[in-house]
C-alpha cells in the first residue's frame, strides 16, 4: 500500500491498523496532553479505551461523547490528504520515539508535512524556543544558534509561534534544511500568519511540519 505521499509502504496487521485508527480518533478528539485518557491507553490500548469512551461514562464531559459520535475517519484522512498531510501515529514507525519520553501525555498522533522522515529528523534535534514577544537582539541570537546548529547537522524544533519561536527556523538561508515545527492546536494554514520562511518553509526545503492535532 502507498503512504499519504506516495511511498511503499506494507500493509499493516490488522490489528495494528486498528490501533492507529484508535489513535488518530482520540487525538482528533481529546486535548493533546490529556494525562487521563493517555493512562487509559497505557494501560488497555487505544481501540479498548476509545470503546470505553464511546461508552459513555457517567464522570465524561457530553461534549467528548458528542465529538466521538461525529467522528468520522474517512473524513478526517482525506482532510489529512487534502492539507498536504500524512498522520503518524504511536504504532508508525516514522513516530519519533523520544515523544514517548512525555509518558501519559505523550500525543496519540502527528500530522506531517514535507517528504522528509520524522523519526530521522528527531534523532538528531533541539528546541530553540522562548518568549513570544522578544527583543530583537533575542532574535538575531536565536537565528544565529539555530543557523549554526542546522550548520552542523542538528535538526533544529520550534513551535511555531511568534518570536523566538519564529526566528528560529528564519535562520540564515542555506545553513542547513529548513526545520520541522509542532502546534498542539487544529491549525489550517502556516503559522505565524506575518512571519515568512517559518512552517511553511519547512516542507518546501526538505524538511517535516509536525502538528499535534488535525491540521
Do not use: N
Not at 538561508?173 to 487544529?186: C, I, K, L, N
Amino acid at each position: 500500500c502507498l503512504d499519504d505521499v506516495g511511498r511503499l509502504m506494507p500493509a499493516p496487521h490488522p490489528a495494528v491498523r486498528a490501533e492507529r485508527d484508535a489513535l488518530i480518533a482520540l487525538a482528533h478528539c481529546l486535548e493533546p496532553g490529556d494525562a487521563r485518557t493517555g493512562r487509559l491507553v497505557a494501560r488497555s490500548g487505544a481501540v479498548r479505551a476509545l470503546a470505553g469512551l464511546r461508552g459513555g461514562s457517567a464522570d465524561r464531559q457530553e461534549g467528548l461523547r458528542a465529538r466521538l459520535a461525529d467522528f468520522s475517519l474517512d473524513d478526517a484522512l482525506a482532510a489529512a490528504h487534502a492539507a498536504g498531510a500524512r498522520i503518524i501515529t504511536r504504532v508508525d514507525r516514522e513516530w519519533p520515539t523520544q515523544l514517548d519520553d512525555l509518558g501519559d501525555q505523550t500525543p496519540f498522533a502527528l500530522w506531517a508535512i514535507g517528504a522528509a522522515d520524522l523519526r530521522l529528523l528527531a534523532l538528531r534535534s533541539v528546541a530553540v524556543v522562548g518568549a513570544r514577544a522578544c527583543t530583537p537582539y533575542g532574535e538575531e541570537v536565536a537565528r544565529g544558534w539555530a543557523a549554526d546548529l542546522a550548520a552542523d547537522r542538528w535538526t533544529v524544533l520550534s513551535g511555531g509561534a511568534f518570536g523566538i519561536d519564529a526566528a528560529a527556523p528564519a535562520s540564515r538561508p542555506g545553513a542547513a534544511q529548513r526545520p520541522p515545527s509542532g502546534s498542539p492546536r487544529p491549525r489550517r494554514r502556516p503559522r505565524p500568519r506575518d512571519r515568512a520562511g517559518g512552517r511553511a518553509a519547512s516542507p518546501r526545503h526538505g524538511g517535516a511540519a509536525g502538528r499535534r492535532k488535525d491540521p
